[in-house]
């Protein structure tokens, strides 16, 4: 492992749940407003996932008063204070471009039923500690 690799080791998080494209998921994004914090969920569809360690990046889309509205975080941001995944849905895609051509009842996704014992393996695990 070279040292860039060792570096950025300590600034991934651990706490994020296992997610992919085409999940419905709600950020808690901190937001700084001259002196005061506050925390704004964003709720959409992941479009994209890119990158890989510290550079890693994905794309939630949500449709906003009839806008469709786009925001890119990166995945391993001490901005984000919380990521809950609300439901899984089936894509055969690794990139869902073709939701911003969509709107209304075209635009849904099939969601993925599962058993409660798939949902405790698939859980995010603590981390051991080292």
């Known amino acids: 492992m070279n040292i860039i690799n060792?570096?950025?080791k300590t600034y991934l998080r651990k706490d994020l749940p296992l997610f992919r494209v085409g999940d419905t998921i709600k950020v808690y994004v901190k937001i700084?407003?001259?002196?005061?914090?506050?925390?704004q969920a964003v709720e959409g569809i992941v479009i994209r996932k890119r990158g890989d360690?510290?550079?890693?990046?994905?794309?939630v889309r949500k449709v906003s008063f009839?806008?469709?509205?786009?925001?890119?975080?990166p995945l391993h941001s001490p901005r984000i204070e919380k990521i809950e995944l609300i439901?899984?849905?089936r894509v055969r895609r690794a990139r869902l471009y073709f939701l911003r051509d969509l709107k209304g009842k075209a635009a849904r996704l099939t969601e993925v039923r599962?058993?409660?014992a798939k949902a405790k393996a698939t859980a995010p695990v603590a981390p051991a500690a080292e």
Not at 53 to 59: I, S
């Open 6 to 8: 060792k570096l950025e």
């Open 53 to 59: 360690g510290t550079r890693a990046t994905f794309t």
């Open 66 to 73: 009839n806008i469709g509205v786009e925001r890119v975080f």
């Open 114 to 116: 599962r058993s409660k």
């Open 87 to 89: 439901r899984r849905n």
């Open 32 to 39: 700084i407003e001259g002196e005061k914090e506050r925390i």
